[in-house]
């Protein structure tokens, strides 16, 4: 990135990958992802139908109908990839619903001999924290290896399964509203049972699981 790219991104200049993710931020810039956020993944995809002489660009929203924008974007349009220009701004209004059912047609761009490459910047969006409805089953062995269910919604690959602050073993992700694994060794009682996804975001089933 330029010096003023960076300071247009508010990203930092001497530090190639800002938010620490293992991703520099042009590449982050270059996918649609948020090069100030270490815990987002693939946002928003666009993919490219040629009508005539324009160009529509069609946004997907790949976190799916339960994530939601809660902040302005931009699309950059560029003849050099990765970089975009400054004066390249495409409108972004309205924004994409969740189901991510939004177009935007560059008209006239597919008149020339350039080679287009359209970058989404900055777009934020909220996930809901998982909810846990239920353990089955919800006690076990204070040696701990129950296989266990976590019933819910919003969970997300990679999350944690924590049962009375130590973490599960063997967890699967099986959809956003299961997740399997065997229960840690602990004391005798109930214990509080927690959901914590990637991002940060956390759910608890308070006396979720019970040690005997």
Do not use: M
């Not at 508010?10 to 991703?23: C, H, Q």
């Not at 976190?63 to 004066?87: A, C, K, M, Q």
């Not at 359209?118 to 353990?135: E, G």
């Amino acid at each position: 990135l330029t010096n003023y790219e960076e300071f247009l991104l508010d990203t930092e200049a001497n530090n190639a990958d800002t938010d620490g993710d293992g991703d520099n931020d042009g590449s982050e810039l270059h996918n649609g992802r948020n090069p100030l956020d270490s815990s987002d993944g693939k946002r928003i995809t666009i993919s490219v139908e040629k009508s005539g002489n324009d160009i529509i660009l069609h946004f997907e929203n790949t976190l799916g109908e339960n994530s939601v924008i809660d902040g302005p974007y931009w699309v950059y349009r560029s003849t050099n990839d990765p970089h975009f220009d400054d004066n390249e701004i495409l409108p972004t209004d309205p924004y994409p619903l969740p189901d991510g059912s939004q177009s935007y047609i560059d008209y006239g761009a597919g008149s020339g001999s350039d080679t287009y490459y359209y970058t989404v910047v900055n777009a934020r969006f909220n996930s809901p924290a998982p909810i846990i409805d239920a353990v089955v089953p919800s006690s076990g062995s204070t040696s701990g290896g129950t296989s266990i269910s976590v019933y819910g919604s919003n969970f997300s690959s990679g999350a944690t399964v924590n049962i009375g602050g130590l973490n599960c073993t063997n967890v699967v992700v099986v959809n956003s509203t299961k997740i399997t694994c065997k229960t840690p060794a602990n004391s005798a009682g109930s214990k509080d049972v927690v959901v914590t996804n990637l991002n940060g975001q956390f759910g608890t089933l308070n006396n979720g699981f019970t040690y005997y």
